[in-house]
């Protein structure tokens, strides 16, 4: 399996149950979204989500490394390590705005769910900012 495969796995509609636990306080926020992943070239997807936010980013996949023309809470592009963990599951590791960010996908039950998961931390005070939890349905 590689990261290209994984990614066209994806391709489709989704609803995602998120939930947020934000530092400093680590109060649970629950959000749905919607999003359609789609295969746009080779090696280039299209996010394209709406919630609470709203917003599309473009990716681009170079061997194991992701480029993002955005990230997911502004408008910085950013880049991601990939690694394939199984044939269902992959892991992205990413550092902006002072933060390292592990964000963790596996399709489950023939890539009917994904299971998501991402934990962000300062990288200068080795805190956690960010814990994300996500259940993704197929529409």
Request: some cysteine; hydrophobic content about 35%; aromatic content about 12%.
């Amino acid at each position: 399996m590689t990261a290209l495969q994984f990614l066209r796995r994806s391709c489709g509609t989704w609803s995602s149950d998120r939930r947020y636990l934000f530092a400093p306080k680590l109060t649970p926020v629950n959000l749905v979204t919607r999003f359609t992943f789609e295969s746009i070239e080779y090696g280039k997807f299209r996010v394209d989500w709406k919630g609470s936010t709203e917003g599309v980013m473009d990716l681009s996949l170079e061997g194991d490394i992701l480029h993002r023309s955005r990230d997911y809470f502004g408008d910085g592009a950013n880049s991601s390590k990939v690694q394939v963990i199984d044939e269902d599951c992959i892991v992205m590791r990413t550092e902006y705005d002072g933060c390292r960010f592990r964000e963790e996908v596996r399709l489950i039950e023939d890539d009917f769910f994904r299971l998501r998961q991402t934990v962000g931390y300062n990288l200068e005070t080795g805190q956690l900012t960010l814990c994300g939890q996500y259940f993704e349905t197929r529409l």
